[in-house]
């Protein structure tokens, strides 16, 4: 268990359809990332959130959207949902921003199924 | 841009074979490493990282990984595979220097079976 969670755990939609992947990061984590798996793609970096701050954007699309709370859990928008978008979603937290020898853990992730 | 490679897509191996699994990396600044195991079903655990120092660098469950600067390397090897070594391998690295924020960029992973 790395002290990372995600909910839901699996979530089942329809195409065009708007969901919300929730994360809470370790105790004492300022920073979150999202990250897509698929099978084509592999695992691709979306968004970073620091401190309730945008941080970093990776290859998101425009019909995601991210944010951090005050408490520091995150939230990962997706809106008109297509069949492609269905992917593992994973969110990392780790202690700061920035590369300095810092390491990120994974929560669970998400299992998004469109259909 | 940062990319990193990973060799072998699939490895077959025997219980008590030795591993090595392959990872290069293309950045010409400074990178971070890591190795991630993904177990059927699971999520990301970290299996060793390398921030600087020695190269050579030991894992959990016995794995270890070397940084070969000049070949842009940084391979995972365990002497004794076991069947619950089953599993998916990632690589990542992300850079040291102020072009990121440290966001990881993964391989495509190695597929890893391990026959009983």
């Known amino acids: 268990d790395s002290g990372v969670t995600q909910t839901p755990k699996h979530l089942i939609t329809a195409t065009g359809q708007r969901v919300t992947l929730r994360c809470s990061p370790r105790s004492g984590d300022l920073s979150v990332y999202w990250y897509q798996q698929s099978l084509d793609q592999g695992l691709q970096f979306l968004i970073q959130?620091?401190?309730?701050?945008?941080?970093a954007k990776g290859n998101i699309l425009e019909r995601f959207s991210a944010q951090q709370f005050p408490d520091l859990h995150s939230e990962l928008n997706l809106s008109s949902l297509e069949l492609g978008d269905s992917a593992l979603y994973f969110c990392a937290s780790s202690a700061r921003t920035g590369p300095v020898g810092d390491t990120q853990y994974f929560g669970p992730g998400t299992r998004l199924t469109v259909l | 841009a940062q990319s990193v490679s990973q060799h072998n897509h699939h490895v077959i191996l025997s219980e008590a074979a030795s591993l090595e699994l392959g990872c290069n990396y293309s950045?010409?600044?400074?990178?971070?490493l890591f190795w991630y195991v993904q177990y059927p079903g699971q999520h990301l655990q970290l299996l060793l990282k390398?921030?600087?120092?020695?190269?050579l660098v030991k894992g959990i469950k016995g794995f270890e990984a070397e940084f070969i600067k000049s070949k842009f390397s940084f391979n995972l090897r365990k002497p004794s595979v076991q069947w619950s070594d089953t599993a998916e391998y990632f690589c990542?690295?992300?850079?040291?220097?102020?072009?990121?924020?440290?966001?990881?960029?993964f391989g495509k992973g190695t597929k890893l079976s391990v026959k009983p």
């Open positions: 390398y921030f600087s120092g020695d190269p």
């Open positions: 959130y620091y401190n309730g701050e945008e941080r």
């Open positions: 950045y010409g600044g400074t990178v971070n």
């Open positions: 990542a690295v992300n850079a040291r220097d102020g072009g990121s924020q440290g966001n990881l960029i």
